[in-house]
């Protein structure tokens, strides 16, 4: 899911959707000795071969790398698995949640006094697949040098753990074990906080020098108290200064309190809810989102690429239905 009105269907995932825009689609048995020879013909011919099966998989369908690159040895086989093709891991099994938890980034989410937080979305897997892309690439960039393709063998753990590569060398250097920070990970102001119509996260400049137009913007008599007019004061009077701040946050929208802060050169931001980006002014100014028009699933907004290109701009297509490509393809 999700799917349109919540009624489960094989062809209106809504993540398949999305992550299947301008792709062709075939359904292929690879049990079968048909599936088999008609993906050994299209592999002598691919440039980059992708799989996230469990590895003893490919290798059990006589469809491993050692036997694929001898059908096409500068194929590039990419495999996507939870914790690699090698190691005493290899053959267990992990959803996104198991990787956050055991790549250590879970550890690091959360209230320091709570129990550890998982991060929103598929991250590990979208970062899985990132990374997939860039060895892949790099394969091929090697393969014009060498001649040759390579196995790119990618560990969404690992993927994960490189997402907090700085706290492993806090232990490693100094022997300390990082805790987690939750929002008061920074000096006052403490980030995310709540107001009229839901969060704001307010991100001020380093230094002590927008402290004036932090006053000014705010314009609240008691913060010209001298006591908050350092860094150190204003940590040891964290509390009297929410007491402050947090009714003039609760008077006024996200979106009034997110342009305030920009306009006095600090980077409040609004903590975006999934109607708040649809609606978004810079994202529709972008045209982020697009429409498409689904046989079975019907015309949705999805979101289009995440950069722009001036010569070679996003064609943005469908995803196919299930085997749609089958005849053209094979």
Not at 34 to 48: C, E, F, I, M, N
Not at 142 to 153: A, K, N, T
Request: aromatic letters at 10%; glycine letters at 10%.
């Amino acid at each position: 899911g999700p799917f349109p009105g919540d009624t489960p269907h094989p062809e209106k995932s809504g993540e398949y959707l999305y992550l299947n825009m301008g792709k062709k689609g075939v359904s292929l048995n690879l049990r079968s000795d048909t599936g088999r020879d008609l993906l050994l013909k299209l592999v002598a011919q691919a440039d980059v071969l992708i799989e996230n099966f469990h590895p003893s998989v490919m290798p059990s369908l006589g469809l491993g790398y050692d036997g694929l690159r001898k059908v096409n040895p500068r194929l590039v086989m990419a495999s996507i698995t939870p914790f690699g093709q090698h190691g005493p891991y290899r053959d267990y099994v992990s959803e996104d949640i198991g990787i956050h938890a055991i790549s250590g980034e879970m550890y690091l989410a959360g209230e320091p006094e709570r129990a550890p937080l998982k991060k929103g979305g598929s991250m590990a897997q979208y970062h899985g697949g990132l990374n997939a892309f860039l060895g892949s690439m790099m394969a091929l960039w090697v393969r014009d040098d060498l001649g040759e393709g390579q196995h790119v063998d990618v560990s969404l753990a690992e993927c994960a753990t490189t997402n907090i590569g700085g706290f492993i060398k806090q232990a490693a250097y100094t022997g300390t074990d990082p805790i987690r920070q939750g929002n008061f990970g920074r000096p006052w102001p403490p980030g995310i906080l709540p107001c009229k119509d839901g969060y704001v996260i307010c991100v001020t400049r380093s230094g002590t020098n927008w402290w004036p137009d932090f006053k000014r913007m705010l314009n609240i008599p008691e913060l010209e108290d001298e006591r908050f007019s350092t860094p150190r004061g204003r940590a040891d009077n964290a509390e009297e200064l929410d007491a402050y701040f947090v009714p003039w946050l609760m008077e006024r929208s996200k979106f009034e309190i997110f342009h305030a802060g920009q306009k006095n050169r600090m980077a409040f931001a609004y903590v975006a809810t999934a109607p708040d980006l649809l609606d978004s002014p810079q994202l529709q100014h972008r045209n982020f989102f697009v429409e498409l028009d689904h046989p079975v699933a019907g015309a949705w907004k999805y979101p289009s690429g995440p950069f722009k290109a001036s010569q070679t701009p996003w064609k943005d297509s469908r995803a196919p239905l299930l085997g749609e490509h089958n005849q053209e393809v094979f």
